[in-house]
């Protein structure tokens, strides 16, 4: 019996850690602790990544009323314009979220640990005054008959101040923790009895930092800003002078009547790349400090305010495609001011030296995402290269599906968010049973999350595509495209928030290898299929590369390699 039951141990010790996914899936809907933190970052996290987009098809919407040439010709530009700014805002904010989750965390720990040796000393020297005191009762000590008054003032004094003191520390006792701990116990000389576990979790560690109120210090966030407002000024230069050379190379020639509409709408969207860097990166630190309410708010009334200018100086202004793009850029610099206020008041921006910022840290690992979302980048734009190729008609409808397949697959992000923030923070903790809850409970959210997307966007496409357009033509393509759009979105969830794992854990490098692998099938696909199948071919391609994108993810968490080897060495249920 002993050697069966080791046999089976053995045997257990050696599954697959694949397993995992499944592990206490029943409970994805219980809102316990874990559940509760997931939602508090994701849904926030989901609305304000879904806000830009829709933004961005109400922009679609206003500019379709132009005509199918304005239409595809703003489809074009604004892939250009997201696709440069990928490559230089998702390595920063990606880092920046993770490393000030992580750098947030260590200070926290100091401070609680700060709270705990404060209160040892005061303990101690509460023990040393009343041994004092002993020793000297014992030792038959008598005070002068001469200083026997002052000696009743001095003590009646001390009593009335010892008093005082104890009043003072009762009403603090509510918001300080005691012995180091939040376990709600008045002081004693023993320090240790409350668990020490527990004064490292989040909710005690976060609520240990409530005690005051100063700006906190994390080099991560100053770094970000820099870099990104660098960023931003070299992206719009870039798009600026190069706009007619990017839609030579996205299959929009000199002569084609794209070319005017695309070239104002690019060039003027363009001015607004240093507001977008910089909005993002802010963006990042926030989610470092898993707030997501406040890039939320800001979010929303950037993006209120796109949505009032944009009939004004679309229509009545008569600005056609640049009035878009001018209240696009305007909203971005709003958000931009609102962000910036608020972080002034959270974060010292400026650090006591430039020793203190992580470029070093940033450029490593950033390379490592920079090489990742190049080959993403190329993908999706190599698609609406082929589309555009098409002409006028496949390329509007090609842009209205594309902008409803990443915007829904986007509120997947939001759980993606709240995994990166609440990983970074297990992982620099060593809490590895919470990386792994954590880890299955977004992916398996991400999941259900996928399955409703699918029959809302199926459903919401085929009856609502024609309000992105009146075209006969650009509404049938449209429905043909939409089981492509409406299936993959189960698909699209799991790899967005599997970025969100990855990125959690750290694991830049394998992120950008296993990327540049799947760009690579990618890329031949798209060629192959849209020269065999045209339109059509460009959906089934673009379903195949995020299926490799999730596989990906499946692979490196479900075999136990890299940071997750720990779940190798755990028993699976």
């Excluded at 878009?324 to 002034?344: D, E, F, P």
């Excluded at 999350?449 to 992105?468: H, P, Q, R, W």
């Excluded at 075999?559 to 720990?566: A, D, L, Q, R």
């Amino acid at each position: 019996m002993a050697e069966d039951s080791t046999l089976r141990s053995s045997s257990s010790r050696w599954l697959m850690p694949v397993f995992v996914f499944f592990k206490d899936a029943r409970l994805v809907f219980k809102m316990d602790s874990i559940g509760m933190e997931i939602l508090r970052i994701a849904f926030p996290a989901a609305l304000a990544l879904a806000a830009d987009p829709i933004a961005s098809l109400i922009d679609t919407a206003f500019i379709g009323r132009l005509g199918p040439v304005e239409l595809a010709a703003v489809g074009v530009s604004i892939a250009i314009f997201n696709q440069a700014s990928r490559i230089t805002i998702f390595p920063l904010v990606n880092i920046t979220t993770s490393f000030v989750a992580e750098e947030d965390t260590f200070e926290r720990i100091k401070k609680v640990k700060e709270l705990v040796q404060g209160d040892e000393d005061h303990n101690d020297s509460l023990e040393k005054g009343e041994a004092f005191k002993s020793s000297k009762r014992s030792a038959g000590m008598k005070e002068p008959e001469d200083n026997l008054e002052k000696g009743s003032a001095k003590t009646s004094s001390t009593e009335e101040n010892e008093a005082t003191y104890s009043n003072n520390e009762t009403k603090e006792s509510s918001s300080v923790p005691q012995n180091g701990t939040l376990c709600n116990k008045p002081l004693t000389a023993n320090t240790t009895t409350c668990n020490k576990s527990a004064a490292q979790s989040d909710s005690e560690i976060s609520s240990a930092t409530k005690v005051t109120k100063k700006k906190r210090d994390i080099p991560s966030a100053s770094t970000a800003l820099f870099m990104g407002s660098i960023l931003g000024l070299v992206q719009a230069i870039f798009l600026v002078f190069g706009a007619k050379v990017l839609l030579n190379i996205m299959g929009v020639k000199s002569d084609s009547p794209m070319m005017s509409p695309a070239k104002k709408y690019l060039t003027l969207r363009s001015l607004g790349a240093p507001a977008v860097l910089l909005s993002l990166a802010m963006q990042g630190v926030f989610r470092g400090f898993k707030d997501t309410k406040t890039p939320l708010y800001a979010t929303v009334a950037g993006d209120l305010a796109n949505i009032i200018l944009d009939p004004i100086f679309i229509f009545v202004c008569r600005l056609g495609v640049s009035g878009a793009a001018i209240a696009h850029v305007l909203s971005q610099y709003l958000i931009s001011l609102i962000l910036l206020l608020k972080l002034m008041k959270e974060v010292h921006l400026l650090p006591p030296s430039l020793k203190d910022l992580q470029f070093s840290r940033f450029l490593k690992n950033g390379f490592w995402l920079l090489t990742r979302v190049i080959a993403v980048t190329i993908c999706v734009t190599l698609a609406a290269s082929r589309a555009a190729t098409l002409g006028s008609i496949p390329m509007a409808a090609f842009q209205i599906c594309l902008q409803v397949w990443l915007t829904s697959s986007l509120l997947a992000d939001g759980l993606a968010v709240a995994g990166q923030a609440i990983l970074a923070g297990a992982f620099a903790e060593k809490d590895y049973k919470k990386a792994t809850l954590a880890a299955t409970r977004v992916l398996q959210m991400g999941f259900i999350l996928g399955l409703g997307l699918a029959l809302v966007v199926g459903l919401g496409l085929y009856f609502g595509s024609g309000i992105f357009s009146k075209d006969v033509n650009v509404i049938h393509l449209i429905h043909i495209g939409i089981p492509f759009v409406a299936a993959t979105q189960p698909i699209n969830s799991l790899a967005f928030v599997f970025d969100g794992v990855n990125f959690g854990a750290s694991d830049f490098v394998y992120s950008a290898y296993s990327m540049v692998l799947v760009a690579i099938a990618s890329i031949a696909s798209i060629f192959v299929l849209s020269k065999a199948s045209g339109f059509v071919g460009i959906w089934v391609a673009l379903t195949i590369y995020m299926g490799l994108r999730t596989f990906a993810g499946v692979w490196r968490m479900g075999t136990g390699t890299g940071p997750w080897s720990f779940l190798r060495g755990r028993l699976l249920p």
